[in-house]
């Protein structure tokens, strides 16, 4: 019974031991890694320059490694014309095919020993500086311009397209670090600057990559910019102490590392998630399995970097059995600019937060408006969006702009994963005639207590002022009692208005607006019309008499001559 105790142990031992192996493997040195694009940024340019014979004008500087071959090819037989620099610091070998169009320069003391099968005479000789800066500028001077700076290390081959090898854009050439697969017009092929390799069986119903990346601790400490697909993927990463990985695009990744992490969306830095000192490629897997809690992994790369810039892409790949048979070509995705986080605001017109605003539904101006800000998570990061002010921005040819003073409304971790909520009242456009509104809110992205821009979010907002009721007159109740109040107010009135008159025609003696005579004087047909008013005796002066006169005469000849 022991016996058959033991043995079963033993088996349990061999099987846990097979299991475990099957779970890591061995990297070594491939030409194209199917899961992994890696290359160093090293110091190039790339301009929009042509000379005067329609020549373009390349430069190409050859970094070799102690250990590594220092012999390559370089086949110029299918290229536009060009003027070709060469230059290296060491000692080395090259067989070229140069088309008789191409005209290949290279330094006076230089140690190239240059080898063809067909010879066009279009190689010569030059003293040209090494610097790079330096180089440059005597190209300037001796073609009109420099067309491209392409720094390579490990040179095995390099071939000419047939394409055109310039760039839209500037003709001048400013050195920076560059992914030389970019220029299309040439393919370049070096050493292999990683390993990799992939444990068996994989599991097509993993929706989720594992894929390893490990840095020897011999390796310088650099910075890794890394381009992530749109799959769902984990990444681990190890490298010496120093290193710093760039994440350009994070959108539906997750991550641990042993190094820093920088995110260029937020931007922020994420310390150090776990300890590893072991760079043992074995080590590393286990740790990477046992942190996401997986089985397997899709693969594990160790890269060997001897510059400080490096650019790492993982490739969408979906059947990489088809791919180690064929490789598809490198086309990684530039690192010229950030991506910020998408975000997003949605407007709600009660605080319950359940029935989002239609986009084209407008919103009256003396309603309270509850809004949510959201974003996409970025891995496992729990990250807090925190607003830091909103304002509102006419759209009309003359735009006003008004800060819009809001409130933070209460929502828990739970509930608003990756989201905050506020509200604000738009109670100050109210007397502004203009109705659409451009809604735009500056917001931070926080991990921890760190908190970094986060860029804007926008949305359009439609205003109205609010339907105004006119006002209701009042309404007067008429009853009897009512009547006859004014009916005798009414007569009081006029008899004491005919007693104020009479008053004052007794206390004057002059004829008031009651005096018939007067009035009906001037009534035709009335029989009081007859009776004469006394002239009032006056003393004019002799000048006025006699102007009196005048236009007495005058205005009795009048009817003279009328009745005549």
Not at 537 to 551: D, G, I, R, W
Request: charged fraction near 15%.
């Amino acid at each position: 019974m022991e016996g058959h105790v033991v043995l079963f142990a033993l088996l349990l031992c061999i099987s846990a031991a097979a299991s475990a192996s099957s779970q890591t493997c061995d990297p070594i040195e491939v030409n194209d890694n199917p899961w992994v694009y890696v290359t160093e940024e090293l110091i190039g340019c790339w301009t929009s320059f042509i000379g005067q014979d329609n020549e373009e004008v390349h430069i190409l500087k050859l970094n070799f490694d102690p250990s590594d071959s220092i012999m390559f090819s370089l086949e110029m037989n299918n290229t536009k014309p060009m003027n070709l620099i060469l230059t290296s610091s060491a000692t080395y070998f090259a067989l070229h095919y140069l088309h008789p169009d191409v005209k290949l320069y290279v330094q006076n003391d230089s140690k190239i020993g240059l080898h063809a099968n067909v010879h066009h005479n279009n190689v010569y000789k030059r003293d040209f500086p090494s610097e790079d800066e330096e180089l440059v500028k005597w190209a300037s001077q001796e073609f009109g311009g420099v067309t491209s700076f392409t720094t390579i290390r490990n040179l095995k081959k390099v071939t000419s397209t047939g394409t055109k090898g310039t760039k839209p854009g500037s003709s001048n050439c400013t050195l920076r670090n560059e992914d030389a697969s970019e220029k299309h017009f040439m393919k370049i092929e070096t050493a292999p600057l990683a390993k990799s390799c992939s444990p068996s069986p994989q599991n097509p119903n993993d929706e989720t990559e594992l894929h390893i990346i490990n840095i020897p601790e011999t390796a310088i400490p650099c910075n890794v910019s890394v381009h992530v697909g749109t799959k769902k993927t984990s990444v681990f990463l190890r490298g010496p102490q120093g290193t710093t990985w760039t994440f350009i695009n994070p959108l539906h990744t997750q991550f641990g590392s042993n190094n820093d992490i920088v995110l260029l969306a937020i931007p922020h830095r994420i310390p150090p998630l776990i300890t590893l000192n072991s760079d043992n490629a074995v080590d590393v897997q286990r740790k990477a399995l046992d942190y996401f809690k997986a089985s397997t992994f899709t693969s594990y790369t160790e890269v060997r970097p001897e510059y400080p810039m490096v650019l790492l892409v993982l490739r969408n790949n979906d059947d990489p059995k088809v791919t180690e048979t064929a490789p598809a070509p490198v086309t990684p995705t530039t690192t010229n600019a950030p991506h910020q986080m998408p975000l997003l605001m949605q407007l709600y017109t009660s605080p319950d937060y359940r029935s989002p605003m239609d986009p084209n539904t407008k919103v009256q101006s003396d309603k309270r408006i509850y809004a949510e800000i959201s974003g996409h998570t970025l891995g496992d990061i729990v990250l807090t969006i925190k607003v830091i002010s909103c304002f509102v921005r006419s759209t009309g040819s003359c735009p006003v702009v008004k800060e819009l003073p809001f409130m933070s409304e209460a929502c828990s971790a739970n509930l608003c994963p990756n989201s905050t909520r506020l509200s604000f009242s738009l109670d100050q456009l109210h007397e502004l005639t203009t109705t659409t509104w451009d809604l735009e809110c500056s917001v931070k992205l926080c991990y921890s207590e760190k908190c970094g821009d986060g860029g804007r979010v926008k949305r359009n907002l439609e205003v109205t002022q609010p339907c105004l009721q006119p006002p209701t007159p009042p309404c007067f109740d008429f009853r009897l009692p009512g009547v006859l109040g004014i009916a005798f107010g009414g007569f009081l009135i006029g008899v004491l208005l005919i007693g104020a008159l009479w008053f004052i025609k007794i206390k004057t003696g002059y004829p008031t607006g009651l005096d018939i005579s007067s009035t009906a004087a001037n009534l035709p047909g009335c029989p009081c019309s007859g009776a004469k008013r006394q002239p009032v005796s006056t003393n004019p002066s002799p000048s006025e008499n006699s102007s009196a006169n005048a236009s007495i005469g005058s205005t009795q000849s009048t009817p003279t001559s009328s009745m005549a």
